[in-house]
């Protein structure tokens, strides 16, 4: 048996006693007499009343703070871990905790005490069952307490209720996972349609040319034998027919754009630009147009699509001011928030600030075929190339002052 | 003698626009069209005299212009014989194929018939009215 009492020195001072007794019988049952043993306590209940001390302190916070005492049997038991796990004060102590809690434990018990014996804490999560049966999960701190002579006293366990935490994790982690898949989807109905858009474009130019073809040599060779209104009609049979060509190559052009392999390497831009200038200055004799491009402009860019995209804005900028007196075009860069930004800008016609973000979509042009001729994939084209350069653009212009496309390379 | 160019396409439409765009150089010469792989080969072997030229469509049902081709090169009578491989398509792929089946130009059906017919003037250039040494 043993008791804990509380004896009365000599001197007068109190010191807490743990006596043990053990009661030694004879054959017949008959208790012949007692041996006791008395063990002086007093470092051990000091310990122990410190720790409960500290852990009435803590009754304020919201976590579960436990002090697990030999045996692992619950010495305290605060407001917090009443709230967290339903049992009273009353019902939880004296209990063994991992019996009261069925705690699931992410190792095998007897590891998990060596390894608080060598580390004297352990932090983990936790399964544990609420006293109406629900289950959660805890994140769970143990410090391991000793008294003066270094016995173990107890086990300071604080345990914070992370149910909700793991499964907004886990959420997130669906949804993630989610969003991945879709990914995934998306790009393969994206290929799916480029390889349609490419199959369809490239069945439609037989019949087209078929249509073109004919057309014109309707009107090389029988043109005479149409009276004036057999001629008009013909005449914009072959329009019609030239603008389906132009829009199934233009189809054609992008969808190449889209499934090529991009290769980054140092691109002198400057030299680009000025070459095709040069060609531009080459097939349009007549015109005088002052351009100023940039020298030393390079980046880390592909350098075909560069030239493509190059190619398009600066032939935009070329016949937009095809009707402008002192017609002006530079292509140049700036620094804007540590980032490189370059610009083709001329001074032409310019266009309606309002459309700007309609430019770039395929076939939308801002500008008639009478005023300028056009199907409206270029600027779409551009976009596609920057895109894919990790790069942004975007246009400002004015009617009838001029417009500036600006872009990145990523 | 008038040298003939002997057209093989599938593409009936094609051949016509073909032989328009050919009439329409005012050179001298005798068209013949065959609508498949198999009767361009028979006409090739029926005649006395071999074709000066050959334009020939890459894409056809059954036998294509790659099969027509090879065909062609490996019969000694025939091998000599220029071959235009004509196409619709715009895949660099193709023209490296038919350049590697012993194709001696790659040429592609221009949609605007101007460049169409500059395109066959220059192939004429090469092929007929030189005579420059092609093999």
């Known amino acids: ?410 | 003698m008038q040298p003939t160019i002997l057209i093989i396409d599938d593409n009936e439409d094609d051949t016509l626009i073909t032989k328009v765009a050919l009439s329409k150089t005012g050179r001298d010469f005798r068209m013949e069209v065959a609508l498949s792989g198999e009767a361009g080969l028979a006409l090739v072997r029926r005649e006395k005299t071999p074709p000066k030229l050959i334009l020939l469509d890459l894409k056809m049902p059954r036998m294509d212009g790659i099969e027509v081709l090879r065909k062609i090169r490996d019969d000694e009578s025939l091998s000599s014989i220029p071959v235009v491989m004509v196409t619709n398509s715009n895949l660099e792929s193709d023209e490296q194929e038919a350049v590697k089946a012993g194709a001696d130009i790659f040429l592609r059906k221009a949609t605007d018939l101007d460049q169409f017919k500059k395109d066959i003037e220059r192939i004429l250039d090469c092929w007929i009215d030189t005579n420059a040494p092609h093999r």
């Open chain 1, 1 to 410: 048996m043993r008791y804990e009492k509380e004896y009365i020195r000599k001197d007068g001072t109190h010191v807490p006693i743990e006596l043990l007794v053990h009661v030694v019988k004879d054959a017949e049952e008959k208790q012949l007499y007692y041996y006791s043993f008395l063990t002086d306590i007093t470092e051990r209940k000091r310990a122990e009343e410190a720790l409960r001390a500290q852990a009435e302190l803590l009754s304020l916070a919201h976590d579960a703070i436990i002090v697990r005492g030999m045996g692992d049997k619950i010495t305290f038991w605060n407001r917090g871990a009443e709230e967290t796990y339903g049992w009273t004060q009353d019902e939880a102590r004296g209990r063994v905790a991992h019996d009261l809690l069925k705690t699931r434990f992410p190792k095998p018990l007897l590891e998990l005490s060596a390894e608080v014996a060598e580390k004297e804490s352990w932090e983990g999560e936790l399964i544990h069952t609420r006293k109406d049966g629900r289950e959660i999960v805890v994140d769970s701190r143990w410090a391991v307490q000793r008294d003066m002579s270094g016995h173990q006293v107890g086990v300071l366990e604080i345990n914070r209720d992370i149910t909700d935490r793991k499964k907004a994790e886990a959420d997130v982690l669906t949804l993630s996972e989610g969003m991945a898949a879709r990914n995934l989807e998306l790009e393969s109905s994206n290929k799916d349609m480029e390889s349609f858009i490419y199959s369809i474009s490239h069945d439609l130019r037989a019949p087209i040319r078929t249509m073109a073809g004919f057309a014109k040599i309707i009107k090389e060779d029988y043109a005479g034998k149409l009276d004036a209104q057999g001629q008009d009609y013909l005449g914009r049979i072959l329009k019609g027919s030239a603008k389906s060509t132009r829009l199934i190559d233009d189809l054609l052009r992008l969808s190449k754009i889209s499934r090529q392999e991009i290769d980054r390497i140092g691109v002198n831009l400057s030299n680009k630009a000025s070459k095709i200038v040069e060609e531009l200055r080459e097939t349009n004799h007549e015109r005088n147009v002052e351009v100023v491009v940039q020298e030393g402009l390079t980046a880390s860019a592909d350098p075909r699509l560069i030239e493509i995209a190059l190619t398009n804005l600066l032939g935009n900028a070329w016949k937009f001011t095809s009707k402008t007196e002192n017609a002006w075009i530079e292509f140049a860069s700036t620094q804007q928030c540590g980032k490189t930004v370059y610009h083709v800008r001329d001074n032409g016609a310019g266009f309606d600030t309002t459309y700007a973000e309609k430019m770039f979509l395929p076939f939308h042009r801002l500008h008639s075929e009478s005023e300028f001729e056009g199907t409206g994939i270029g600027l779409t084209i551009v976009e596609r190339i920057i895109h894919r350069h990790g790069g942004q653009v975007y246009a400002e212009g004015e009617v009838g002052k001029g417009a500036t496309i600006y872009f990145t390379l990523g």
